[in-house]
């Protein structure tokens, strides 16, 4: 079985910076795609960066410029750098992740953290 635990959120001031982590764990053959999905209270879930390899990287409009997704791959950690924060910015951010961990491969979701903008 295959977990992925986030952590690093946490309540910040408009213009501040958090920076997520998302560490799997389990029997892991391979990583696919790593993803940072968010979930603000009744809002549908919506996409914020996806990590394919160290040069492919997609990121939403919003946070284009202010957010960097990384990986460190050997401990299959996934990271999401946020800087300037913004109040809209809060959220639950949720780790995403395809994984095989003998011959499926099969997607994973976190449990989430709790990212909170406000002064």
């Known amino acids: 079985q295959i977990q992925l635990v986030e952590s690093g959120g946490g309540l910040v001031q408009p213009g501040g910076s958090l920076r997520l982590s998302c560490a799997a764990s389990?029997?892991?053959?391979?990583?696919?795609?790593m993803s940072w999905y968010r979930q603000a209270p009744g809002k549908r879930r919506e996409l914020v960066a996806r990590f394919i390899t160290s040069n492919d990287t997609n990121y939403a409009d919003f946070v284009k410029g202010r957010f960097t997704i990384s990986r460190d791959s050997a401990k299959n950690i996934l990271y999401l750098q946020m800087d300037n924060l913004k109040p809209e910015d809060t959220a639950i951010y949720l780790c995403h992740g395809f994984f095989s961990g003998g011959k499926e491969v099969m997607e994973y979701w976190g449990q989430g953290t709790q990212v909170t903008v406000s002064s």
């Open positions: 389990g029997t892991i053959s391979r990583a696919y795609v």
